[in-house]
Protein backbone atom coordinates (compact mmCIF):
# COMPACT_ATOMS: atom_id res chain seq x y z
CA UNK A 1 0.00 0.00 0.00
CA UNK A 2 1.38 3.24 -0.76
CA UNK A 3 2.77 5.70 2.02
CA UNK A 4 0.08 8.39 2.62
CA UNK A 5 1.28 12.01 2.57
CA UNK A 6 -1.46 12.99 4.99
CA UNK A 7 -0.01 10.89 8.57
CA UNK A 8 -2.95 9.50 10.75
CA UNK A 9 -2.63 10.53 14.05
CA UNK A 10 -3.26 8.59 17.63
CA UNK A 11 -6.65 9.70 19.41
CA UNK A 12 -7.93 11.03 16.12
CA UNK A 13 -11.23 9.92 14.79
CA UNK A 14 -11.62 9.18 10.47
CA UNK A 15 -14.18 8.33 8.15
CA UNK A 16 -12.18 5.41 6.09
CA UNK A 17 -13.82 3.98 2.83
CA UNK A 18 -12.43 2.57 -0.40
CA UNK A 19 -14.25 1.17 -3.19
CA UNK A 20 -13.35 -2.26 -5.33
CA UNK A 21 -11.84 -2.05 -8.90
CA UNK A 22 -13.98 -0.47 -11.56
CA UNK A 23 -16.37 -0.48 -9.10
CA UNK A 24 -17.92 -3.94 -9.50
CA UNK A 25 -19.55 -5.77 -6.54
CA UNK A 26 -17.62 -7.59 -3.98
CA UNK A 27 -19.75 -8.19 -1.27
CA UNK A 28 -22.41 -10.25 -3.52
CA UNK A 29 -24.24 -12.30 -0.91
CA UNK A 30 -24.35 -12.71 2.93
CA UNK A 31 -20.82 -15.23 3.56
CA UNK A 32 -18.82 -12.62 1.85
CA UNK A 33 -20.41 -9.66 3.79
CA UNK A 34 -19.80 -12.21 6.97
CA UNK A 35 -16.38 -12.33 6.08
CA UNK A 36 -15.63 -8.94 6.06
CA UNK A 37 -17.70 -8.03 8.72
CA UNK A 38 -15.43 -10.40 10.57
CA UNK A 39 -12.24 -9.39 9.50
CA UNK A 40 -13.53 -6.08 10.62
CA UNK A 41 -13.50 -7.32 14.44
CA UNK A 42 -10.31 -9.88 13.91
CA UNK A 43 -8.09 -6.83 12.53
CA UNK A 44 -9.55 -4.31 14.87
CA UNK A 45 -6.95 -5.72 17.42
CA UNK A 46 -3.17 -5.13 17.07
CA UNK A 47 -1.09 -8.05 16.64
CA UNK A 48 -3.85 -10.97 16.58
CA UNK A 49 -2.10 -14.17 17.61
CA UNK A 50 -3.60 -16.24 14.43
CA UNK A 51 -3.86 -15.38 10.77
CA UNK A 52 -7.13 -14.54 9.61
CA UNK A 53 -6.93 -17.83 7.20
CA UNK A 54 -6.23 -19.88 10.24
CA UNK A 55 -8.84 -18.34 13.00
CA UNK A 56 -11.55 -19.52 10.25
CA UNK A 57 -10.62 -23.09 9.93
CA UNK A 58 -11.35 -23.27 14.09
CA UNK A 59 -13.84 -24.45 15.89
CA UNK A 60 -17.19 -21.90 16.91
CA UNK A 61 -15.93 -22.54 20.21
CA UNK A 62 -11.97 -22.55 19.55
CA UNK A 63 -12.80 -19.04 17.59
CA UNK A 64 -15.20 -18.02 20.72
CA UNK A 65 -12.46 -18.53 23.30
CA UNK A 66 -9.52 -17.20 21.08
CA UNK A 67 -11.43 -13.44 20.36
CA UNK A 68 -12.74 -13.20 24.09
CA UNK A 69 -8.61 -13.72 25.21
CA UNK A 70 -8.47 -10.72 22.68
CA UNK A 71 -10.74 -8.72 24.00
CA UNK A 72 -9.48 -9.25 27.47
CA UNK A 73 -5.70 -8.79 26.89
CA UNK A 74 -5.51 -7.70 23.64
CA UNK A 75 -4.32 -4.13 22.09
CA UNK A 76 -6.64 -2.60 19.87
CA UNK A 77 -5.06 -0.58 16.91
CA UNK A 78 -8.34 0.48 15.83
CA UNK A 79 -11.86 1.61 18.05
CA UNK A 80 -15.19 1.34 15.67
CA UNK A 81 -17.65 3.54 15.99
CA UNK A 82 -20.00 2.84 12.35
CA UNK A 83 -19.23 0.54 9.41
CA UNK A 84 -21.36 0.01 6.33
CA UNK A 85 -20.70 -2.54 3.32
CA UNK A 86 -22.37 -1.86 0.29
CA UNK A 87 -21.70 -4.30 -3.28
CA UNK A 88 -18.80 -2.25 -4.44
CA UNK A 89 -17.66 -0.31 -1.13
CA UNK A 90 -16.74 -0.34 2.37
CA UNK A 91 -17.52 3.00 4.84
CA UNK A 92 -15.71 2.63 8.39
CA UNK A 93 -16.03 5.50 11.14
CA UNK A 94 -13.16 4.95 13.77
CA UNK A 95 -10.10 6.19 15.65
CA UNK A 96 -6.83 5.17 15.34
CA UNK A 97 -5.38 3.82 19.06
CA UNK A 98 -2.18 2.83 17.74
CA UNK A 99 0.56 3.98 15.90
CA UNK A 100 -0.59 3.50 12.08
CA UNK A 101 -3.18 1.66 13.61
CA UNK A 102 -5.58 2.54 10.77
CA UNK A 103 -3.17 1.71 8.04
CA UNK A 104 -2.24 -1.53 9.37
CA UNK A 105 -5.56 -3.23 10.37
CA UNK A 106 -7.14 -1.60 6.76
CA UNK A 107 -4.39 -3.52 5.21
CA UNK A 108 -4.89 -6.35 6.97
CA UNK A 109 -8.34 -6.19 6.17
CA UNK A 110 -8.23 -5.61 2.24
CA UNK A 111 -5.11 -8.00 2.12
CA UNK A 112 -7.11 -10.80 3.74
CA UNK A 113 -10.17 -9.96 2.05
CA UNK A 114 -8.91 -10.09 -1.29
CA UNK A 115 -7.14 -13.26 -1.22
CA UNK A 116 -10.34 -14.68 0.23
CA UNK A 117 -12.06 -13.18 -2.70
CA UNK A 118 -9.86 -14.30 -5.13
CA UNK A 119 -9.38 -17.58 -4.31
CA UNK A 120 -13.09 -18.62 -4.49
CA UNK A 121 -13.76 -16.32 -7.55
CA UNK A 122 -10.68 -17.92 -9.69
CA UNK A 123 -9.28 -13.69 -10.37
CA UNK A 124 -6.22 -12.70 -9.97
CA UNK A 125 -5.01 -8.96 -8.80
CA UNK A 126 -5.72 -5.66 -6.84
CA UNK A 127 -9.52 -6.09 -5.79
CA UNK A 128 -9.97 -2.30 -3.66
CA UNK A 129 -8.80 1.26 -5.30
CA UNK A 130 -5.64 1.73 -3.65
CA UNK A 131 -4.51 3.83 -1.20
CA UNK A 132 -7.97 3.53 0.94
CA UNK A 133 -9.20 7.51 1.62
CA UNK A 134 -9.35 8.34 5.41
CA UNK A 135 -11.11 12.06 6.26
CA UNK A 136 -10.26 13.49 9.49
CA UNK A 137 -13.20 14.13 11.54
CA UNK A 138 -12.85 17.99 13.00
CA UNK A 139 -15.73 18.43 15.29
CA UNK A 140 -18.70 16.78 16.99
CA UNK A 141 -20.83 17.55 14.65
CA UNK A 142 -19.11 16.59 11.41
CA UNK A 143 -18.89 13.47 13.76
CA UNK A 144 -22.40 12.45 14.45
CA UNK A 145 -23.32 13.74 10.71
CA UNK A 146 -20.67 11.35 8.98
CA UNK A 147 -22.06 8.34 10.98
CA UNK A 148 -25.28 9.28 9.95
CA UNK A 149 -24.46 9.32 6.36
CA UNK A 150 -22.65 5.96 6.68
CA UNK A 151 -25.80 4.38 8.12
CA UNK A 152 -27.85 5.78 5.70
CA UNK A 153 -25.78 4.25 2.62
CA UNK A 154 -28.31 1.58 2.06
CA UNK A 155 -31.42 3.47 1.68
CA UNK A 156 -29.37 6.46 0.09
CA UNK A 157 -28.59 4.21 -2.79
CA UNK A 158 -31.90 1.94 -2.87
CA UNK A 159 -29.89 -0.95 -1.85
CA UNK A 160 -33.24 -0.64 0.83
CA UNK A 161 -36.22 0.91 0.02
CA UNK A 162 -37.97 1.42 3.48
CA UNK A 163 -36.25 3.14 6.42
CA UNK A 164 -37.64 -0.02 8.43
CA UNK A 165 -35.27 -2.38 6.98
CA UNK A 166 -32.86 -0.71 8.36
CA UNK A 167 -32.68 -2.43 11.88
CA UNK A 168 -32.56 -5.73 10.11
CA UNK A 169 -28.86 -4.50 7.73
CA UNK A 170 -26.88 -6.70 9.34
CA UNK A 171 -23.76 -5.21 7.44
CA UNK A 172 -23.90 -1.98 8.76
CA UNK A 173 -24.27 -0.78 12.58
CA UNK A 174 -27.32 1.20 12.77
CA UNK A 175 -29.16 -1.61 13.55
CA UNK A 176 -26.56 -1.88 16.79
CA UNK A 177 -27.70 1.12 18.27
CA UNK A 178 -31.23 0.87 17.91
CA UNK A 179 -31.44 -2.63 19.18
CA UNK A 180 -30.74 -4.13 22.52
CA UNK A 181 -27.48 -6.14 21.25
CA UNK A 182 -24.69 -4.27 19.50
CA UNK A 183 -22.01 -6.47 18.48
CA UNK A 184 -18.75 -6.74 20.77
CA UNK A 185 -16.85 -4.86 18.30
CA UNK A 186 -18.62 -1.46 18.14
CA UNK A 187 -18.32 0.88 20.19
CA UNK A 188 -21.92 2.81 20.26
CA UNK A 189 -21.17 4.14 23.75
CA UNK A 190 -19.71 7.28 22.14
CA UNK A 191 -22.28 8.43 19.38
CA UNK A 192 -25.49 8.17 21.97
CA UNK A 193 -23.88 10.55 24.08
CA UNK A 194 -24.97 12.92 21.50
CA UNK A 195 -28.74 11.61 22.18
CA UNK A 196 -31.06 11.68 24.47
CA UNK A 197 -32.33 8.28 23.83
CA UNK A 198 -32.49 5.71 20.70
CA UNK A 199 -35.52 7.55 19.28
CA UNK A 200 -34.03 10.63 18.85
CA UNK A 201 -31.18 8.82 17.56
CA UNK A 202 -33.79 7.46 14.72
CA UNK A 203 -35.37 10.83 13.85
CA UNK A 204 -31.89 12.19 13.13
CA UNK A 205 -31.50 9.43 10.82
CA UNK A 206 -35.15 9.31 8.91
CA UNK A 207 -35.32 13.17 9.01
CA UNK A 208 -32.36 13.14 6.75
CA UNK A 209 -32.71 10.25 4.44
CA UNK A 210 -34.53 12.38 1.45
CA UNK A 211 -32.08 15.39 1.16
CA UNK A 212 -28.81 12.47 1.61
CA UNK A 213 -31.13 10.98 -2.04
CA UNK A 214 -31.38 14.09 -3.63
CA UNK A 215 -27.44 14.46 -3.00
CA UNK A 216 -26.58 11.07 -4.82
CA UNK A 217 -28.05 11.49 -7.64
CA UNK A 218 -26.36 14.93 -8.96
CA UNK A 219 -23.06 13.62 -6.69
CA UNK A 220 -21.29 12.13 -10.21
CA UNK A 221 -21.53 16.36 -11.24
CA UNK A 222 -20.12 17.74 -7.79
CA UNK A 223 -17.11 14.13 -7.00
CA UNK A 224 -14.57 14.11 -9.35
Known amino acids: ?31 ECDIFTSLIEYYKFKNPPKRFSHFQR ?26 CL ?3 HYHLLVKQISENGISNSIRLIQNSYARYLNIKSKRHGALFQSPFKAVRIASDEQF ?23 ENYLWGSYKDYVT ?11 LMTFYKNVNKL ?12 ELEKIKHLIID
Open 180 to 190: DKPRKFLDISF
Open 86 to 88: MPN
Open 1 to 31: MPLRKTPLINEQIYHVFNRSVAQQPIFRNKK
Open 144 to 166: VHVARYIHLNPLTTYLLENFSGL
Open 58 to 83: LSKNEKSILLNFMYKSGINNIEIYAF
Open 202 to 213: KKFTADNLNYQR
